[in-house]
């Protein structure tokens, strides 16, 4: 199994190999993690196991705007206007479409 792994990792987890990716490798290495650690949120057991892995995803959006060079501010300025145009996620509103076969 090959993952992108936090970079303390092989400090202390020696039975494994590892390397650096290429710089074409790692935009595909950071949007799988994304999803492997949404995934972990969506599982997660416990509010502490939750926290971890939110902690997780926030680590790997920040790696994955570091990497495309996208400053943290414009990102949030960017975020903070899409929130005031459509709104956040704070009302909790369902949308279910009709099926148009």
């Known amino acids: 199994m090959k993952k992108l792994v936090r ?3 092989p400090e ?10 290429t710089h074409d490798e790692i935009e595909p290495a950071l ?6 650690e949404t995934g972990e ?7 502490t196991n939750l926290v971890e ?5 926030y680590e790997v959006l920040r790696a994955y705007l570091d990497f495309k060079g996208i400053d943290q501010e414009h990102f949030l300025k ?3 206007q ?5 709104g956040g996620f704070t009302e909790f509103i369902e949308m279910e479409t009709k099926n148009f076969d």
């Open 12 to 21: 202390f987890a020696k039975a494994a190999n590892y390397r650096y990716l």
């Open 31 to 36: 949007k799988k993690k994304l999803v492997e």
């Open 82 to 86: 899409k929130r005031a145009e459509k």
């Open 78 to 80: 960017v975020v903070a």
């Open 7 to 9: 970079d303390k990792i």
């Open 41 to 47: 949120v969506a599982n997660a057991t416990s509010e």
């Open 53 to 57: 892995e939110l902690g997780d995803v």
